[in-house]
């Protein structure tokens, strides 16, 4: 039996063929903001470690100013993503077993309570202050976890076929504005602080340097991240559930068709019959010989490049910092007072993202319907590997004086191609090939997958960049491998990352019930309910 579009769900089609409409940018920006927030939570955290090293371990007669001992550095910065990661399997499976809509309220709301309660952090000693916020960034990141497959199993669902990648590609380029709106929230604080509350450098007044009004600084960084999630609650909770969800897992053709019929202005037929034959005729589940045969290598394909993916995108950019002070383009941190360290910090992180990070992203949505993910997805691997090749094999050129900004420009491409590249890709692919009742499930896995990488990279990298001589590693650390050792490392998974796209199909211009099977499903369901 031939394949025939009319086999598909009216209702499905309606959504396939739409014509891009208002419901589609309000669905981006609904879904978008969310990741802003994502984005911007899991990153302003690595604009204020510094601060907080300052403020809480400060040792008098010390040269050099106080930082965040190994472990409490490593729990600061990776506790959100261990969060994120229990949060991205866990509701990633609720979103597929109560519906995307009903989570998706969860997740939001849990991301503005955690963020505010970061920002409060409490505690008389430095260890009660750390405790707490890490227990705050810990949930935090779970729900952050969750808006990962919600929002790009939402966004998949309500696209048409025609611009769906630039659709799921546009709400995960919200996070290079979340991340560029970190770096800018941090400047404008820290600069408003540092006029109005003047202090010498470290090396003049190792006390004095660090303000007491400095503690407002990082909380209100923090506690800002909450504000543009909170503007799109309303709009989440007013958003009808996804035609996909309703028909084909929850099976209610009846109201599928009144939910689109309002969105698209148009009418739609119920065809509960052929509702009945699809559940009738698709019915294996995730771990089950059916599933491993249809789409075992598409699950190994997409955890395996997402976590290869985030080792290296990762690692490069929560130490930002600590590759730019490594190359000299931050300055010495005894010649500068606090204030003015978070300022440097934001400022060199905000001119990559406005430079490599953000466009990047945009590339993507602009291209991605035209050339493919699997182009995107190969082509980036390629060039972050060559340019990363290229940042560590001259490393020594790179860190003599005069060649700062060459390094900063290579750098600044790495980013660029990752966003135009496997970072965009691998958030979009497992949203479109998966079925739709195991969807958000298997976005999930893939997103943990990358989360695990991210884990890796970012305790990684803390322990495996500092210099192979002990005298010249940073206080409290064993010697690494240092950052041109880490960079050959970082690329050899960008390679890897690239063999394994192989293992991930097109899904450019096809239907998401055509990629994942579920057209074939239909086509057995009618030839089982239409009498003859």
Aim: aromatic share 12%.
């Amino acid at each position: 039996m031939t394949q025939q579009p009319q086999q598909q769900l009216q209702v499905l089609n309606a959504l396939d063929v739409a014509k891009t409409q208002w419901y589609h940018f309000t669905a981006i920006i609904i879904a978008g903001m969310g990741f802003f927030t994502d984005a911007y939570d899991l990153f302003c955290i690595s604009l204020v470690t510094k601060l907080l090293g300052r403020i809480y371990y400060h040792v008098d007669g010390s040269p050099s100013p106080g930082s965040l001992p190994p472990s409490v550095a490593a729990s600061v910065n990776g506790v959100a993503f261990c969060g994120t990661l229990s949060g991205q399997l866990f509701f990633g499976w609720l979103g597929d077993k109560m519906g995307r809509k009903r989570v998706y309220g969860m997740t939001l709301m849990l991301m503005v309570l955690s963020s505010v309660a970061s920002g409060l952090s409490f505690g008389r000693s430095p260890k009660g202050v750390m405790t707490t916020l890490c227990f705050f960034r810990f949930w935090l990141g779970f729900g952050i976890g969750g808006d990962y497959p919600l929002s790009a199993t939402i966004m998949s669902e309500y696209a048409n076929k025609k611009t769906r990648g630039a659709f799921i590609a546009a709400v995960f380029a919200m996070q290079g504005l979340g991340i560029l709106a970190g770096g800018m929230v941090a400047i404008i604080v820290s600069s408003a602080f540092k006029n109005r509350f003047e202090a010498p450098p470290y090396s003049v007044d190792p006390v004095g340097s660090t303000v007491p009004e400095a503690d407002y600084v990082w909380r209100i960084i923090l506690v800002f991240g909450a504000m543009p999630a909170a503007l799109t609650y309303y709009w989440r909770m007013k958003m009808p559930e996804t035609a996909r969800y309703t028909a084909l897992v929850a099976k209610n053709a009846k109201q599928a068709a009144a939910d689109m019929s309002k969105v698209l202005q148009t009418e739609i037929e119920e065809e509960q019959g052929k509702v009945e034959g699809i559940a009738s005729s698709n019915t294996f589940g995730l771990f089950s010989a059916e599933f491993l045969r249809r789409h075992g290598l598409h699950l190994v394909g997409t955890t395996t490049t997402w976590f290869l993916l985030d080792i290296a995108f990762y690692s490069q950019n929560l130490f930002q910092k600590d590759i730019f002070s490594a190359i000299g383009w931050i300055p010495k941190a005894a010649t500068m007072n606090a204030l003015e360290e978070v300022y440097r910090i934001a400022r060199a992180q905000t001119l990559i993202a406005l430079c490599g990070t953000v466009p990047g992203y945009w590339f993507t949505v602009g291209l991605i319907d035209i050339i493919g993910r699997f182009t995107i997805q190969i082509m980036g691997f390629a060039m972050m590997t060559v340019f990363m090749l290229g940042l560590a094999i001259p490393y020594h050129h790179w860190t003599t004086p005069g060649n700062q900004i060459g390094f900063v420009v290579m750098y600044g491409f790495t980013f660029f191609f990752a966003n135009f590249g496997p970072n965009s890709t691998t958030f979009i692919v497992p949203a479109e090939i998966f079925p739709a009742r195991l969807r958000s499930t298997c976005h999930g896995i893939s997103a943990a997958s990358g989360k695990l990488g991210a884990i890796i990279g970012s305790f990684g990298f803390l322990y495996l960049a500092q210099n192979p001589n002990p005298a010249k590693a940073d206080h409290g650390y064993p010697p690494g491998i240092g950052v041109r050792n880490s960079l050959f490392l970082l690329a050899g998974c960008n390679l890897i990352g690239l063999f394994c796209t192989f293992l991930v199909p097109e899904s450019k211009g096809k239907s998401l019930e055509e990629m994942s099977g579920e057209n074939e499903d239909i086509a057995e369901g009618n030839s089982t309910t239409v009498p003859v």
